[in-house]
């Protein structure tokens, strides 16, 4: 028997239906033809045909995919090394027999999705995003979408777009918050890029988003690489949460004397108020697990140098380019560079400790309880810049690229799912509401009374902590960037008359319009000489 294959018939599309003619032929069926009967045979039913796709199973990857198949999604996945592939189908089905499916040859993980289909990368940005996309857009077709929802610089996705358009292919930028829980169990999903994409994916990006009560923690921010963008100014805005955090806990810690113990009641009933958050939380528990290893808190024994992956350096970076003051921002970075001076902090404290300087100074009686409430207040009022900061950054860059992105409605998307989700946000999306065009959160004037009622405690804190050489980079940095913005008059206008003195480079005046140069040095020679003669 020989079987002809019709050459009309696109064999390797999913929908196909065989048609075969049959003929007599010695010696069988050739391999190349049973192969394709296969995978045809395999494809014809098209309830086995996946919603959508998910490539790249590290950590986020595979959660996120077992959260769309636990949505009732089905959904095909595929990765570089298959021993990934079988982790994810074998967590599949000890899960609830999730509608999952692995595939190790990259064809066949492309085929296996429904037509329009809709693939969600998930690697490490850069270079590896592109060595996927050129895997699997061989086996694409026109109309068809890539989402990438890994930590990605926003130019980077803009290039991946016009690349994908010339292909005839759709693409997104989507910005994944939660960690490995969130994208489990409900992320904050920030996607941009071509607007017909989201639309492919809306009714699964909306399940599987984190939900609070006024929606789905996931909206179209905008085009381009707006996705990537909001998500970097929201890791930027974790980097300063993190930090104040981190400096409340060594203030109370260092100065007030606080056991692992306390700090643990003590963030616990921060999370029952105005400082409600995931970052608080999870800092709680922290306080209260022990090390079993070798006894005692776990939190002592980690070593006090801090990991980034990038996104904080590009929002300052992006700070700077778009000459907008993130100095809490800024600070966080600035405090991760310096421990990794590790080995250098060390000797540097002995040499220091030799020449009369200890670790804190002024070990003074404190009273606990006002000291925790003032460091609360100082914390409240110190994450409110930060955000203040992230959000001045957003509506910059949005009047820059025309995204028109929407403050209000990026606050809401992170009330739930992601890592810098707080009570607060709900306020801040009604300060957007009332006001779109808010030139600073720090104005409105709900947020305006509550900074005013506590920078007297703000103020107490840093004073205490500079006294006791306790560094609070990012608290200090919070009531600077207060206190400058609050303040009509600054002494810039000397820097301007040095910039003039020694540049040429004009000022301006507060009395009359126009730009002027002075000659200083022949001026304050004159004014020597005349102040000589008297």
Not at 160 to 189: F, Q, T
Not at 210 to 219: H, K, L
């Amino acid at each position: 028997m020989k079987l002809v294959l019709n050459k009309r018939v696109d064999y390797r599309a999913p929908e196909v239906y065989i048609f075969v003619c049959v003929r007599s032929h010695r010696g069988g069926t050739p391999r190349v033809l049973q192969d394709r009967l296969a995978q045809a045979q395999a494809s014809m039913d098209a309830t086995a045909l996946s919603r959508i796709g998910l490539a790249g199973l590290a950590v986020m990857g595979q959660n996120l995919a077992l959260n769309i198949g636990e949505k009732g999604f089905p959904i095909s996945v595929y990765n570089r090394t298959a021993g990934k592939v079988d982790e994810t189908v074998e967590r599949a089905k000890a899960e609830g027999n999730l509608p999952l499916a692995g595939y190790r040859n990259p064809q066949d993980f492309v085929l296996s999705i429904q037509r329009p289909r809709s693939v969600i990368i998930l690697v490490k940005a850069g270079a590896p995003v592109d060595q996927t996309i050129a895997t699997l857009a061989q086996f694409m077709e026109p109309g068809d979408c890539i989402i990438d929802g890994g930590n990605e610089w926003y130019e980077n996705t803009e290039r991946r777009i016009a690349a994908a358009k010339e292909k005839g292919l759709l693409y997104l930028g989507m910005g994944v918050s939660g960690g490995e829980e969130g994208a489990r169990h409900g992320p904050s999903l920030m996607p941009g890029g071509t607007p017909e994409a989201y639309r492919y994916v809306e009714d699964v990006v909306k399940k599987i988003a984190a939900q609070v009560d006024d929606g789905p923690c996931v909206t179209y921010v905008g085009p381009g690489g707006a996705g990537n963008f909001v998500k970097m100014i929201h890791n930027g805005i974790e980097y300063g949460d993190m930090q104040l955090i981190s400096e409340a806990y060594d203030v109370l810690k260092s100065v007030g004397g606080l056991t692992n113990e306390e700090l643990h009641q003590v963030f616990a009933d921060w999370n029952r108020g105005e400082l409600e958050s995931f970052l608080v939380e999870i800092t709680a528990d922290i306080f209260s697990v022990k090390d079993d290893k070798a006894g005692g808190d776990l939190v002592d024994k980690i070593l006090d140098k801090t990991g980034m992956k990038g996104t904080g350096k590009w929002t300052v970076q992006q700070a700077a380019e778009l000459s907008i003051a993130a100095p809490t921002i800024a600070a966080s970075l600035d405090s991760r560079f310096l421990s990794g001076l590790k080995e250098e902090r060390v000797a540097a404290a002995a040499i220091f400790a030799e020449a009369g300087l200890p670790d804190v100074l002024n070990h003074v009686a404190v009273d606990k309880k006002q000291l925790v409430d003032d460091v609360r207040k100082a914390l409240y009022a110190s994450k409110i810049c930060s955000y203040a900061q992230g959000m001045n950054l957003l509506r910059a860059k949005s009047l820059e690229q025309g995204w028109k992105l929407d403050l209000g409605e990026l606050a809401r998307i992170w009330k739930g799912g992601c890592i810098i989700r707080a009570v607060f946000l709900d306020r801040i999306k009604k300060a957007y509401d009332r006001n779109s065009n808010l030139a600073s959160l720090l104005i409105d004037p709900e947020f305006a009374k509550e900074m005013v009622e506590r920078q007297a405690a703000w103020r107490r804190v840093v004073s205490l902590a500079v006294s006791a050489g306790i560094s609070t980079p990012g608290m200090t940095a919070s009531l600077a960037y207060f206190d400058t913005y609050r303040r009509g008059r600054l002494p810039a206008n000397l820097v301007q008359a040095q910039r003039d003195y020694f540049g040429a480079h004009t000022y301006e005046r507060v009395d009359m319009s126009g730009s002027f140069h002075t000659e200083w040095h022949k001026l304050a020679k004159h004014s020597t000489n005349l102040r000589a003669l008297i």
